[in-house]
């Protein structure tokens, strides 16, 4: 994997003592109503406290941050990312203080690539993170002097482009000194002429655990004469709870205050498990825009949606931000401004064709089926698996095809398939076609080696990476691995594979792109887990039943 130069998402170390008491203290009531005006010109702008398109439509961004600009040479990036359903990309700049500027033609490509590919752009200068603290970052006033720098780029993209002024631009160092930096970096920008919406991360490394985006986000907000301000919350360990998530949202939402989850994660980390269904489902039910990190690239691989910027490569966080319950394949809305659906849409897609299965192994099939046809446009397609008068959803696609994968072998199934779109309506179903797995392979003894090694240990957690090896003459296709620990470490989070755990025993089910291995050619399962104090790796492995060498 590619190493990434984005600083690792940190809360406070003390977080884990002080934050329930912090918390506890919120007031749905803390924040006053909103009253600034909404502005009179087109484009993006926020209106009663929800940011809404040039034309009044809701806008409501299902997106992913890109990481634009350690990786520039990842130009397929955007197709890629709009392939899977999103309506937004947040794209990361550099000023020039930290790392090399993003100049004008470039970010003029990155805009062109955005409207070429009907995605909402959110510019952001990440040389800001974690200012206070880090030593190495750079000011918000030194971020407004690029985006002045870049006027004659952004000005009459305010249909397209959503001005993130600095991301996380105050450690956990004072915090409460990222106020007045923050209002005067907006004036400036006003002052330079800009209209756009403007969109301002919180401090503690953007997860305000303290509370001072909140408790001045009122003021903040006042300070913006034209009113087109978007607050950004990270949502990363901070988050471990459902009432933690909900009570921050619901407090901007109570006082009109508009708000975006600007990053989330869901992998557990060493400080803690993000809660991301409550982000997700919470976001759905408020109206709430979210963007998740990130597409590809990190240092920690954990958070990367796509392996390798491989879209057919897609992480278990990839699934499920793309396909999971509230994620973007099931609830995202294209922008009205490159002609998607306006809230009178009322007419459902055509049924889908019955879908035709290829590529059937022991845990997976292929699906393919003919495309439906709707008035405007269909969004996606919503795979499900029948079972006499009941179904139940497996797979989402943007596409008119998917791999269902976790199936288990010598086994029939039924599926069938729904279209959408982007307004919400649902197609008739499709007709069935029946799907029996293979029975499966056995790895014979001696053509399989397995490597174990842990990458990162901090108090109560751990990060390990498993490789097989396919030391044979024949390919392997799907495969069960099998080991055991000795110290009472789990498992909490798994790429490559998933996982399950009774007691010490492991079992591990390949995921569609680790299910073949080739003669000679390995494949790699990443993991985190908790541990004690004692961290041994597991004596022996088995791959589909058969002893496997040690590596």
Not at 104 to 125: F, G, Y
């Amino acid at each position: 994997m590619r190493t990434a130069r984005h600083p690792a998402k940190r809360p406070a170390s003390v977080i884990l003592t002080v934050l329930a008491t912090l918390l506890g203290f919120l007031s749905l009531g803390a924040l006053a109503p909103a009253h600034a005006a909404p502005a009179a010109g087109t484009g993006l702008h926020i209106s009663d406290g929800q940011l809404v398109e040039g034309n009044g439509n809701d806008f409501i961004m299902r997106g992913v941050n890109h990481a634009h600009t350690w990786y520039p040479g990842e130009t397929q990036s955007l197709a890629d990312i709009k392939a899977t359903g999103a309506n937004t990309v947040r794209v990361v700049l550099s000023d020039g203080y930290r790392w090399s500027e993003n100049g004008p033609d470039d970010v003029a490509a990155v805009i062109a690539d955005c409207k070429a590919n009907r995605l909402i752009c959110v510019l952001e200068v990440h040389d800001t993170t974690g200012y206070g603290e880090d030593s190495a970052a750079g000011t918000l006033d030194h971020a407004a002097d690029y985006w002045i720098s870049l006027k004659d780029v952004l000005q009459g993209q305010e249909d397209y482009v959503v001005i993130n002024i600095g991301n996380e631009p105050w450690g956990n160092t004072d915090p409460a000194g990222w106020t007045a930096p923050t209002t005067a970096a907006i004036k400036k920008l006003r002052a330079a002429g800009f209209a756009h919406t403007i969109m301002v991360d919180a401090p503690n490394w953007g997860q305000d655990w303290q509370n001072v985006m909140r408790d001045n986000a009122q003021a903040v907000y006042d300070a913006d004469t034209t009113g087109n301000l978007l607050f950004s919350i990270h949502m990363y360990s901070v988050y471990n709870t459902a009432q933690k998530v909900t009570d921050y949202l619901n407090t901007f939402v109570d006082a009109g205050l508009p708000l975006v989850i600007g990053e989330f994660g869901g992998p557990a980390d060493q400080y803690g498990d993000p809660d991301e269904d409550t982000m997700m489902s919470e976001a759905q039910r408020l109206g709430l825009g979210w963007i998740a990190w990130s597409w590809s690239g990190n240092t920690d691989p954990i958070l990367d949606l796509a392996i390798g910027f491989d879209p057919a490569q897609l992480s278990s966080w990839g699934e499920r931000i793309f396909h999971g319950a509230n994620g973007i394949a099931e609830t995202s809305v294209e922008a009205t401004v490159y002609g998607g659906p306006a809230e009178e849409d009322t007419e459902a897609p055509t049924a889908p064709g019955t879908p035709a299965a290829s590529a059937v192994t022991d845990t997976s099939a292929t699906l393919t089926w003919a495309a439906s046809s709707d008035n405007v446009a269909v969004a996606g397609y919503d795979v499900v698996r029948v079972s006499g008068g009941t179904e139940t959803r497996v797979a989402s696609s943007a596409t008119t095809g998917v791999t269902v994968t976790g199936l288990t072998a010598d086994t029939a199934y039924s599926f069938a398939v729904y279209a959408r779109d982007a307004a919400g309506n649902r197609s008739a179903r499709s007709a069935a076609v029946n799907v029996t797995t293979d029975e499966g392979t056995t790895t014979p003894a001696g053509s399989c080696s397995v490597g174990y090694k842990v990458v990162g240990q901090w108090p109560g957690g751990f990060q390990g990476e498993i490789t097989i090896r396919n030391t044979g003459t024949a390919a392997i296709d799907g495969w069960t691995l099998g080991f055991a620990f000795a110290n009472g470490q789990t498992i909490s989070n798994m790429w490559g594979g998933t996982p399950t755990q009774s007691g010490g025993s492991v079992s591990v089910a390949p995921a569609s792109y680790t299910s073949t291995i080739a003669p000679g050619s390995s494949v790699t399962v990443g993991f985190t887990g908790s541990q004690s104090g004692t961290n041994a790796a597991p004596a022996a492995f088995t791959l589909s039943g058969a002893a496997c060498a040690a590596a």
